[in-house]
C-alpha cells in the first residue's frame, strides 16, 4: 500500500469504530475520577485496549496505561500518542461528582476517545507493518495540578515523588522508549470543527505559604497579637507592587488563594496560609518571578512580626511545540476542514505538563473543537463529538502514517538535526532544583 491508502485503511476504521468509543467517551465523562485516583477510568482504557489485541502495561505512576502497536524487540523510531486520566474540581458543574466534584470540564475524557480511536483503528487494520517505527498509546494519570495535600500524603508514602503524572512517568523510565509525542486537547468555546495550532505555553512554579503570628483576643488586646492575615495582605499587597517589572513576553503571571484565613473573627489570625502559582514562558522567567514572589511574601511577614515559612515545588515548564510536527498535523487537518477552521494559536497562557515533555523530546499539544463554554468553568459542554473527538482522531492517524513511512519530513528527518532542550537528567535535576522549603 502508499502512504494514501494506509491513510485511508485506517481512516475507514475509525468510522467503523466510531461509535462504540463515543459512548465510553461519554460515560468516562458521567465518572470523573481526579488526579493519580483514576482507578475506574485507567480499568476502562486497559480494558479497551486489551479487547483490541494489544498487551498492556498499566499502574504506571498508580494508574497510567501504556501499549504498543507493535511488540518486537528492536529499537525502532517510536511515537507516542498520550491522553489524560484525570478530571478537575468544577463542583457547579451539572455533571460534577456529588463527594469530590471532579469533573471533565477539562475534556480529558475526549483525549481518551481520540486514544482509544486510532489504537483500534491502527490495531484492526493491520497497517503496522506497513509503517518504519512504532506507535505507543499512554494514557497518562494526574495533569491537574491539584490536591497537594493529598499528593504530599503520596509522596511521603514513597508512592510518587512529583506531583505531576507526566513527571513521574519520566522519572519511572517509562517515556525512555518514545521519540516523539502528540496529543489533541479540547479548546474553549468553539462548538464546530476547529483546530487549534500552538506554538508555546507557560510555565508554572507552586508555592505555598504560611504565616505564624500569635493569638490574643482582636477587640479587647489586638495590641498583644500578631496578626498572620495582615501578613498575607501585606505580601499580596507586594508582589502586586512588583507586576509592573514582569517581561510581557514571558506572560508572566501569579496568582493564590488563602486556604486558612485564622480561626475566629473574634481572635487576631495566628496562622494564616496560602497557595499560589507563579508563570511565565521561559524557565528563566519562572526563577525570576519565583525569587520576586519570595522577598514580597517574606516582606508581608517581616512587616508585622510574623515568621514566613515558604515551600516552592516544581509545576511543569513552558509548552515548546515542534513546528515541523505542527506543519504535518496542519497539512492533515485540511483533509478534513477549510484554512480558516485551522487557527495558529500562537501562545497558550496556561499550563500543561506535556511542556515537560516538549523539553525531552519534539511534542506537540493542539487542541480542537466542537465544544462551547469554557475550560474548567460549568458552562463547558461538549455540542459536537464528531468535532471533539472523531476529526481529531483521523488527524493524528494521518500524521502518525506521515511521520512514520518514507515521506519528506517524517519522524527520522526531524530528528537528525533534533536536539532536546534537556536530557532526563537535567530535567530531573532541574525540577529538583525547584523544590525548597
Known amino acids: 500500500m502508499n502512504t494514501e491508502e494506509i491513510k485511508k485503511t485506517v481512516i ?7 461509535k462504540e468509543v463515543l459512548e465510553m467517551v461519554k460515560d468516562i465523562g458521567h465518572h470523573p475520577e481526579l488526579g493519580f485516583r483514576e482507578v475506574r477510568t485507567s480499568g476502562l ?10 498487551d498492556v502495561k498499566d499502574k504506571l505512576a498508580l494508574t497510567g496505561v501504556k501499549a504498543k502497536l507493535k511488540n518486537t524487540g528492536e529499537p525502532v523510531r517510536n511515537i507516542a500518542v498520550l491522553g489524560e486520566l ?3 474540581v468544577c463542583r457547579e458543574s451539572p455533571l460534577a461528582d456529588p463527594v469530590s466534584g471532579a469533573t471533565h470540564t477539562c475534556g480529558h475524557n475526549l483525549q481518551l476517545g481520540i486514544l482509544m480511536l486510532v489504537a483500534k483503528a491502527m490495531k484492526s487494520s493491520g497497517i503496522g507493518d506497513a509503517l518504519n517505527g512504532n506507535v505507543t498509546f499512554f494514557a497518562v494519570s494526574a495533569e491537574e495540578y491539584i490536591e497537594l495535600g493529598y499528593r504530599e500524603e503520596l509522596k511521603r508514602e514513597g508512592k510518587i515523588k512529583y506531583f505531576g503524572g507526566k513527571q513521574e512517568l519520566v522519572r519511572l523510565g517509562e517515556f525512555d522508549d518514545i521519540d516523539a ?6 479548546e474553549s468555546d468553539l462548538p464546530g470543527p476547529t483546530i487549534g495550532i500552538y506554538d508555546s505555553g507557560t510555565g508554572f512554579n507552586s508555592k505555598q505559604v504560611q504565616y505564624i503570628g500569635k493569638a490574643a483576643h482582636a477587640a479587647a488586646y489586638p495590641h498583644e497579637g500578631i496578626n498572620a492575615l495582615n501578613a498575607a495582605i501585606s505580601g499580596i499587597n507586594a508582589i502586586n507592587a512588583m507586576r509592573e517589572t514582569f517581561k510581557d513576553e514571558e506572560h508572566s503571571r501569579v496568582h493564590f488563594i488563602i486556604t486558612k484565613g485564622g480561626e475566629s473573627v473574634n481572635s487576631v489570625p495566628a496562622d494564616v496560609r496560602l497557595e499560589a502559582y507563579v508563570r511565565s514562558s521561559t524557565i528563566d522567567g519562572i526563577q525570576d518571578v519565583s525569587r520576586k514572589f519570595d522577598r514580597a511574601f517574606k516582606a ?7 515568621t514566613t515559612h515558604i515551600k516552592t515545588l516544581p509545576g511543569y515548564l513552558p509548552l515548546v511545540c515542534n513546528p515541523d510536527i505542527n506543519g504535518c498535523f496542519a497539512a492533515n487537518a485540511r483533509q478534513f476542514m477549510t484554512e480558516k477552521q485551522i487557527i495558529r494559536m500562537g501562545h497558550f497562557k496556561a ?4 511542556g515537560d515533555i516538549s523539553h525531552l523530546m519534539p511534542a506537540i499539544h493542539a487542541t480542537a473543537g466542537g465544544t462551547k463554554g469554557f475550560l474548567h468553568a460549568a458552562n463547558f459542554e461538549v455540542t459536537d463529538y464528531e468535532s471533539a473527538v472523531v476529526i481529531p482522531a483521523k ?11 518514507e515521506q519528506p519530513g517524517n519522524l527520522s528527518d526531524i530528528l537528525k538535526d533534533y536536539k532536546p532542550v534537556l536530557s532526563k537528567n537535567e530535567y530531573l535535576d532541574l525540577l529538583n532544583s525547584f523544590i525548597s522549603e
Open 12 to 18: 475507514d476504521e475509525i468510522d467503523r469504530c466510531s
Open 45 to 54: 482504557i486497559a480494558g479497551y485496549l486489551r479487547s483490541c489485541g494489544y
Open 86 to 88: 484525570d478530571g478537575i
Open 181 to 186: 509525542a502528540l496529543m489533541v486537547h479540547a
Open 300 to 306: 508581608g511577614g517581616d512587616a508585622v512580626g510574623a
Open 351 to 354: 499550563s500543561t505538563d506535556m
Open 395 to 405: 488527524i493524528i492517524a494521518r500524521t502518525l502514517v506521515d511521520l512514520l513511512t
